[in-house]
């Protein structure tokens, strides 16, 4: 108890002595006036931004929101400064609440809610003096349909590059398709969902990421995004040989002989890849009508397949002789 005293003693004296008192008694003054000057302040006029969300309600059970349940719009509000800053820090701007079955009254798919009905809403939740100086939004668009709807497979979009003499050999999706919902039109146009645009450099890694779905106005994907998973391997350079000239295009009771009749070819791959290629995966082939159409000593060969993990094919030659029997 004693220390205690000692305590508020020491305080009192450091308060009230001549020179403190003297502090103490413009500090008061000073914030006496820093209120009076706020209180002037917040009773000028000003005007503010507010964003102010936008829910659809009451949505029947056999339709399907194809814009989404949840909006907002950007009002510019004019009052004193005392009143904004209640509608800043409190709560009297609450959600506005559209009733689905008030403004759907067709099938169509498409519904307007103009702005003079969404200030109407937001009227209704404000003070008297308040005014709407300005809606950025001069609409709300609601999309809806009754349940049509199908499966398209995903793809990724942008740029996503290894580094150097690494390639990407692999993409997996998961899920690797997604149900999209729409008004039959659009419905019928869409035969792919894109992904939000990628943008990764230099790893040789597997890369795994997860990504939103490109969003389309009046069209909804479920799920709305996807994990993606880039698979890289080494690049080499390699060659197949044997690979048999097949000829095309041939008539009934001729045949097509090439000298050589087999061929090698070269590309690049990746090294894990290279292990599973045989020649049996590439296809050459002499066509029998453009030969007849410029005879010459020599005929043209093409590479006319190659597997999905080989680039840069080439044939190690591009003409050859040949000869046209009957059978």
């Given at each position: 108890?004693?220390?205690?005293?000692?305590?508020?003693?020491?305080?009192?004296?450091?308060?009230?002595?001549?020179?403190?008192?003297?502090?103490?008694?413009?500090?008061?003054?000073?914030?006496?006036?820093?209120?009076?000057?706020?209180?002037?302040?917040?009773?000028?006029?000003?005007?503010?931004?507010?964003?102010?969300?936008?829910?659809?309600?009451?949505?029947?059970?056999?339709?399907?929101?194809?814009?989404?349940?949840?909006?907002?719009?950007?009002?510019?509000?004019?009052?004193?400064?005392?009143?904004?800053?209640?509608?800043?820090?409190?709560?009297?701007?609450?959600?506005?609440?559209?009733?689905?079955?008030?403004?759907?009254?067709?099938?169509?798919?498409?519904?307007?809610?103009?702005?003079?009905?969404?200030?109407?809403?937001?009227?209704?939740?404000?003070?008297?003096?308040?005014?709407?100086?300005?809606?950025?939004?001069?609409?709300?668009?609601?999309?809806?349909?009754?349940?049509?709807?199908?499966?398209?497979?995903?793809?990724?979009?942008?740029?996503?590059?290894?580094?150097?003499?690494?390639?990407?050999?692999?993409?997996?999706y998961y899920p690797?398709?997604?149900?999209?919902?729409?008004?039959?039109?659009?419905?019928?146009?869409?035969?792919?969902?894109?992904?939000?645009?990628?943008?990764?450099?230099?790893?040789?890694?597997?890369?795994?990421?997860?990504?939103n779905l490109r969003?389309?106005?009046?069209?909804?994907?479920?799920?709305?995004?996807?994990?993606?998973?880039?698979?890289?391997?080494?690049?080499?350079?390699?060659?197949?040989?044997?690979?048999?000239?097949?000829?095309?295009?041939?008539?009934?009771?001729?045949?097509?002989?090439?000298?050589?009749?087999?061929?090698?070819?070269?590309?690049?791959?990746?090294?894990?890849?290279?292990?599973?290629?045989?020649?049996?995966?590439?296809?050459?082939?002499?066509?029998?009508?453009?030969?007849?159409?410029?005879?010459?000593?020599?005929?043209?060969?093409?590479?006319?397949?190659?597997?999905?993990?080989?680039?840069?094919?080439?044939?190690?030659?591009?003409?050859?002789?040949?000869?046209?029997?009957?059978?």
């Amino acid at each position: 108890m004693s220390i205690r005293r000692t305590l508020y003693k020491r305080v009192k004296v450091l308060l009230f002595s001549s020179i403190n008192g003297e502090l103490v008694v413009f500090l008061f003054f000073l914030a006496l006036s820093g209120v009076f000057w706020l209180l002037m302040t917040l009773n000028e006029t000003y005007e503010k931004e507010f964003k102010v969300p936008v829910r659809i309600v009451n949505v029947p059970e056999n339709v399907v929101l194809t814009s989404s349940e949840y909006d907002s719009v950007r009002v510019t509000l004019k009052d004193k400064g005392l009143i904004l800053v209640a509608y800043m820090y409190g709560d009297e701007i609450k959600p506005i609440n559209l009733n689905f079955k008030t403004y759907v009254k067709d099938s169509t798919g498409h519904c307007l809610i103009s702005v003079a009905e969404i200030n109407r809403l937001i009227y209704q939740q404000l003070s008297a003096s308040t005014k709407i100086v300005q809606t950025k939004n001069d609409r709300v668009e609601l999309f809806y349909n009754y349940g049509q709807s199908k499966k398209v497979p995903v793809k990724w979009s942008g740029k996503v590059v290894p580094e150097h003499l690494y390639f990407i050999s692999n993409v997996d999706y998961y899920p690797d398709s997604v149900t999209v919902y729409a008004s039959q039109p659009l419905l019928d146009s869409v035969s792919v969902a894109l992904t939000m645009p990628l943008d990764v450099a230099n790893f040789r890694d597997t890369l795994s990421v997860n990504c939103n779905l490109r969003r389309t106005r009046g069209i909804k994907f479920v799920p709305d995004n996807v994990r993606i998973r880039f698979m890289t391997d080494v690049l080499t350079e390699e060659s197949i040989d044997d690979i048999p000239v097949t000829g095309i295009n041939v008539p009934k009771g001729k045949v097509l002989r090439t000298f050589p009749s087999k061929v090698s070819v070269r590309f690049v791959t990746g090294v894990s890849q290279f292990r599973y290629l045989s020649k049996d995966d590439f296809v050459v082939v002499a066509d029998y009508e453009e030969i007849m159409s410029d005879p010459s000593e020599k005929c043209r060969i093409y590479l006319r397949s190659v597997p999905n993990a080989v680039s840069r094919a080439s044939l190690n030659v591009t003409a050859v002789d040949y000869l046209i029997e009957d059978e």
